[in-house]
């Protein structure tokens, strides 16, 4: 089994159709039995967040969140999100430390994000950018 960690850069232009490729690989992966997509619970909170300011139907979000399995947020997440020392944005080191917990070995972080990209680096992940 093969797991991604799907970064809100990545969602949010799947869900609006901003990019065909990061689509067509949400797609793809999704449909492969040996691949799964995993995500920290805070890519609800953003995609609905960006679904009100778009004026889109909050329930658009199924179309990728059916697909995503979620980490809950917990005091644990947070901890470690503040332990990561390269700079990130808040919720990008949720997102990491969502990952760091999630006890995924070779987990890869799909991010189109550069930052988000190079802190992940950093900090043992291998990346994947599939909005290129």
């Given at each position: 089994?093969r797991y ?10 799947i ?13 793809t ?10 995500s920290?619970r ?40 503040e332990?990561?020392i ?13 990952a ?12 189109h994000?550069?930052t988000?990209?190079?802190v ?12 290129r």
């Open positions: 089994m991604h960690f799907l970064d809100s850069s990545v969602a949010v232009r869900l609006l159709g901003h990019s065909p490729p990061a689509a067509q690989w949400f797609d992966t999704t449909g492969n039995g040996d691949d799964r997509i995993v920290s805070i890519l609800r909170t953003e995609i609905t967040r960006v679904l009100r300011r778009e004026g889109l139907p909050v329930v658009d979000r199924d179309h990728v969140l059916d697909f995503v399995d979620t980490i809950p947020l917990d005091h644990a997440v947070l901890q470690e999100a332990a990561i390269p700079h990130v944005r808040t919720l990008d080191a949720i997102h990491l430390a969502s760091l917990r999630s006890g995924l070995e070779d987990l890869v972080i799909v991010t994000d550069a988000m990209k190079s992940a680096a950093a900090i043992g992940f291998s990346i994947a950018d599939p909005v």
